[in-house]
């Protein structure tokens, strides 16, 4: 008899100011990296766009971070072998612009980070330029992407990522999964496209629920006074529905929240307590 347990709570983690919170976040990256590689000897790692590549510079002089384990994704897109090391960054949610492009979210992590790691560039995956005009062949090439990497012969009904980093904007919306929208009932594509974004540029894809819920790890970062009001109905009030507060790790993966003081002003939900 098949035993279904609900998810678990989420844990906030709330730190005094954004410089305690980058150094909070590369501790957290870095221990669950280090149980991945101890479990099965590679780690996989989504990331989304925006604000957020700015809260990881604390990994940019890390001791412990080993680069070359790392499997990449961003918002858009994912990637490692399920029984082999691989070195590739993915997207988990992107917009449809060129790669050189100031919307572009592989420009934004690339400038922030990765380029001032030790990951060769070759092993950074990015949307094919080729298909800018085609939202259908663009996601579809990136979920065939994710089919190689994490399926073996569609052993797995969804990937299964050790941590996925995301955001929230102002609306509630994470990834490119924005509020009232139909792909927030998403249920079988990985990897799904958006033409209608309430926020520019109006052409994405991104990573689905059933992806983002089926990893070990979720963490959201947020920071700073504007993020208080969403913060606040995020976690103190779920029911409304946010997309934010969609994201449920089924069991036993685990959500976190990690903000500092001014983001989280508002915010009734208990604490995680420190570790001593």
């Known amino acids: 008899m098949t035993v279904?347990?609900?998810?678990?709570?989420?844990?906030?983690?709330?730190?005094?100011?954004?410089?305690?919170?980058?150094?909070?976040?590369?501790?957290?990256?870095?221990?669950?990296?280090?149980?991945?590689?101890?479990?099965?000897?590679?780690?996989?790692?989504?990331?989304?766009?925006?604000?957020?590549?700015?809260?990881l510079s604390g990994l940019i002089?890390?001791?412990?971070?080993?680069?070359?384990?790392w499997s990449v994704l961003s918002t858009l897109a994912a990637a490692c072998?399920?029984?082999?090391?691989?070195?590739?960054?993915?997207?988990?949610?992107?917009?449809?612009?060129?790669?050189?492009d100031s919307d572009s979210n592989h420009k934004s992590c690339d400038d922030v980070l990765?380029?001032?790691?030790?990951?060769?560039?070759?092993?950074?995956r990015t949307i094919n330029p080729e298909f800018l005009d085609d939202l259908d062949e663009l996601s579809d090439d990136y979920e065939k992407q994710l089919i190689r990497e994490f399926a073996q012969k569609d052993s797995a009904r969804f990937p299964v990522f050790d941590l996925i980093l995301l955001g929230i904007g102002p609306d509630g919306h994470t990834g490119s999964l924005f509020?009232?929208?139909?792909?927030?009932?998403?249920?079988?594509?990985?990897?799904?496209?958006?033409?209608?974004?309430?926020?520019?540029?109006?052409?994405?894809?991104?990573?689905?629920?059933?992806?983002?819920?089926?990893?070990?790890?979720?963490?959201?970062?947020?920071?700073?006074e504007g993020k208080q009001d969403i913060l606040q109905v995020a976690l103190d009030q779920p029911?409304?529905?946010?997309?934010?507060?969609?994201?449920?790790?089924?069991?036993?993966?685990q959500l976190y929240w990690f903000v500092d003081e001014a983001a989280a002003l508002k915010v009734a939900y208990p604490r995680t307590p420190p570790k001593l």
């Open 81 to 100: 072998s399920a029984y082999l090391v691989s070195r590739h960054v993915f997207y988990v949610d992107e917009r449809v612009v060129p790669l050189d």
């Open 61 to 69: 002089n890390h001791q412990g971070v080993k680069w070359d384990k």
């Open 114 to 124: 990765f380029s001032k790691v030790p990951i060769p560039h070759d092993q950074i």
């Open 179 to 224: 509020p009232n929208h139909e792909l927030l009932q998403e249920a079988d594509r990985w990897v799904a496209w958006i033409e209608d974004s309430p926020k520019p540029p109006l052409k994405r894809i991104t990573l689905t629920y059933p992806v983002i819920n089926h990893a070990v790890r979720v963490a959201f970062v947020a920071t700073g």
């Open 4 to 55: 279904h347990h609900p998810p678990n709570p989420p844990l906030l983690n709330v730190f005094e100011d954004s410089s305690d919170l980058v150094d909070g976040v590369a501790a957290f990256v870095v221990k669950a990296q280090k149980e991945a590689l101890d479990r099965k000897g590679r780690f996989t790692i989504a990331l989304s766009g925006g604000s957020l590549p700015k809260t």
């Open 239 to 253: 029911e409304l529905g946010l997309p934010a507060s969609r994201v449920k790790p089924l069991y036993p993966g």
